[in-house]
């Protein structure tokens, strides 16, 4: 399993404790990723951005403007792209050419409105045709639910609704066997063996796991 969606999982079930959009662990995503004293907001793209870092940044420390920066260099994302826009998301990784029809474990799935505007964005855990399992966050237990309060697994339709992209392998490395690996040399791209050993999770203030 990627550690990206092993982390994912981690968060399963209610987030949104402290009101819409809002909770201890929303505040640390949203305050290390946007800025200090951010408000609430959608954050289905600030968690996939989240769990990426927290899965495979070989930066140590508490996530901030570096990590950031890391993840979007290491993507080859514009200085344009917002890391909280699933917009944003769509367009890069649409320039990139990653557009696939045959998605892998870890890789990203942006879900299109009526308007075939994007407006959701989750982490693919299972692709077994003609249905898949995607982890998100800022949904709910209803399958057909793309807003909600928490980070919850579904079953979905393969259809024009979904578009797979393909992220490279570095960031689909599996979890970490021994804690004993080294970080020197990681690669993430979409040539070459990524190290399969990063950093575990930091813990939230509060005691929670981040």
Aim: proline content about 10%.
């Amino acid at each position: 399993m990627p550690k990206s969606t092993d982390l994912a999982a981690q968060y399963r079930g209610v987030q949104e404790t402290a009101g819409p959009n809002d909770g201890p662990v929303l505040k640390t995503i949203r305050e290390a990723l946007l800025y200090p004293g951010a408000p609430p907001c959608s954050w289905c793209a600030l968690f996939v951005a989240w769990v990426l870092i927290r899965a495979y940044c070989p930066i140590p420390g508490p996530v901030g403007p570096s990590h950031k920066i890391w993840l979007r260099n290491t993507l080859g994302f514009s200085k344009d792209f917002l890391i909280e826009s699933t917009r944003s998301w769509r367009a890069e990784m649409k320039a990139l050419g990653w557009l696939t029809t045959e998605p892998c474990e870890g890789d990203l799935v942006i879900y299109l409105n009526h308007s075939m505007d994007a407006h959701h964005i989750a982490l693919v855990q299972k692709f077994t045709p003609p249905t898949f399992l995607d982890i998100a966050g800022n949904t709910n237990e209803d399958p057909h639910s793309v807003d909600g309060n928490g980070v919850f697994a579904h079953t979905e339709f393969v259809g024009p609704h979904a578009e797979f992209y393909s992220l490279p392998v570095g960031f689909k490395a599996c979890s970490a066997s021994s804690s004993a690996c080294s970080l020197s040399g990681t690669s993430i791209s979409h040539n070459t063996k990524p190290n399969p050993c990063f950093p575990k999770p930091q813990e939230a203030s509060d005691g929670r796991t981040v």
